[in-house]
């Protein structure tokens, strides 16, 4: 760590502490001695493009500095291609409190606030220009790798069609899951052979395409500590998928019901735009290839009947999909 800081002219190294390993490396506190210097979080990653996440994050504080605050990011020069795939990113500490930690621990009106403030951050960032009206999605940052879909794509449809096949290559892999998949599996190949091409409706690609971070639950959050507000580094992806289950965190139907109310109101222009036919279509295409893929239940000595009540929510949003798409005439 102390040759990483000095090769980068990032400081000298007082301390070093490891916070843990996430799902894409191991992240480190690292505190220099210069006072003039910002105290680093320093990750080594074995996923993702480092370089094009500080492009974007230095892109977002450049526009958007109020709306969507984004610590700073220090491109480590030095590290080079070290042949193993491990790349290393550095960017600004920035104290705070883990919204995982504290979301299901306030009361609703705290949850309301920070709804609140959640609601303007993505609005902050769904308003940023993003790309030419005749170039390919995800052209500014190369193509869409967080799920491996591929790409990069020339409309929001192609997008859809390739990311319904992507997960079912991962539904056909997918081990542990023998009584979904003779439930489910003969209905969604048959669908996505038959009828995906002739049913994805085209008035999808008229859905904006913005900037949205890929992994937007509380666990990606930071609270600063009063008033509760949010910070989180954003990434490049085509779709939003986890405002909802943000408000259902710790929250009851009635809450949910009242926090979903809040984050609309917050952004009128937006809520307007996620209540149209084609935003609506495309969610339901959306969460169909999220959810036909279901998880393994790892409780191998229960029942069939709770492990077909592990993949309730899966099969609920498959066959209401089915339901509907699948049938003959147009939906849209």
Not at 72 to 83: H, N
Not at 147 to 162: H, I, K, M, Q, T
Request: proline fraction near 7%.
């Amino acid at each position: 760590m102390k040759q990483i800081l000095l090769n980068n002219g990032l400081g000298t190294l007082r301390a070093c502490r490891r916070l843990g390993n996430g799902a894409y490396g191991t992240t480190y506190e690292v505190t220099v001695e210069e006072p003039d210097k910002p105290q680093l979080i320093v990750q080594l990653r074995f996923h993702g493009n480092v370089a094009s996440m500080n492009a974007l994050q230095e892109y977002i504080r450049a526009w958007a500095p109020r709306g969507l605050p984004v610590p700073r990011s220090f491109p480590a020069l030095s590290w080079g291609d070290r042949g193993d795939g491990l790349q290393l990113q550095v960017t600004e500490f920035v104290p705070g409190t883990m919204a995982d930690d504290l979301f299901k621990r306030v009361s609703i009106e705290d949850r309301a606030l920070i709804v609140r403030q959640m609601a303007r951050a993505f609005a902050a960032l769904w308003e940023l220009p993003v790309v030419r009206a005749d170039a390919a999605i995800g052209d500014a940052v190369g193509p869409e790798t967080q799920d491996g879909v591929g790409g990069p794509f020339n409309s929001v449809s192609s997008f859809l069609r390739a990311w319904i096949l992507h997960r079912l290559a991962k539904l056909d892999a997918q081990n542990g899951i023998d009584e979904y998949k003779a439930l489910l599996l003969p209905s969604i190949r048959s669908f996505v052979q038959d009828k995906l091409d002739s049913r994805l409706a085209q008035a999808v690609d008229k859905v904006p395409v913005v900037l949205m971070h890929s992994d937007l639950g509380l666990h990606n959050v930071l609270l600063s500590k009063s008033p509760p507000s949010p910070r989180a580094s954003p990434f490049l992806c085509a779709v939003p998928r986890l405002v909802e289950p943000m408000l259902r965190q710790g929250s009851d139907g009635e809450e949910t019901n009242r926090l979903r109310e809040v984050f609309g109101n917050e952004i009128p222009l937006w809520k307007h735009e996620a209540e149209r036919p084609e935003s609506q279509a495309f969610l339901e295409w959306f969460e169909f290839g999220l959810c036909l893929k279901a998880n393994a239940y790892m409780k191998f000595d229960e029942s069939p009947e709770e492990r077909m009540a592990f993949w309730r929510q899966n099969i609920l949003v498959v066959e209401r999909f089915l339901g509907r798409w699948g049938q003959d005439g147009p939906s849209l």
